[in-house]
């Protein structure tokens, strides 16, 4: 899969804009090929609001860009604020036995590496880190994307609240060592709330 990431800072209307996605948006999002889903997430307090669409390729995914850029035009004179666009592949999706809802806490954390050490980086991921993730209390879904190109990524974990969120990134901490050995580097660290799925 295919991902396209809209993360808009400075936002302001966050509720009236995902209102217009979710109702002038969607429908037709739902009419592009290869369309797989869309989520919306926020932080109302920072001012940060993001867009994932995933795509079931790479060329459905690039091919709906004209949609894609027309659609975030509209929404950002809704939202105001400042946009960025990240085209990434993913490569990991995880959910556990309580699919995420509206209302979950998501955090997302951006990664970067050699782009040749995506693989063993990865693989690492989904044999210790993914089950450790997974094991903990509250842990809803778990995506790992990454520029191949670039060796810039994202990974967003889904929580059911905030307390589980909380316990889940001190176990983090403890990862963090393993990780930085591997050449893995971390930078911004986002807390939204999830506020629309589908």
Known sequence: MYARLITVR?????DE???????????DLRQQKGFESINLAGNHAAGIFT?????????DRDSS?????????EALNILGGELTVDHLEEVVRETGSTPPTTGAKLHVRSIKMDPAEVDGNLAVFKDTVLPDMKATPGFMAARQMINRATGEGRVGTV???????????QKAEDRRAVANSRGVQFGEDLRLEILFRG
């Open 159 to 169: 929580w059911a609240d905030e307390s589980s969120l909380d316990a889940a990134l």
């Open 10 to 14: 400075g936002a302001t209307k966050i």
């Open 65 to 73: 860009e004209g949609f894609s850029e027309k659609a975030r035009t």
């Open 51 to 59: 867009v994932l669409t995933i795509w079931q390729t790479e060329a």
């Open 17 to 27: 804009t995902v209102d217009f996605i979710r109702e002038s948006t969607v429908p």
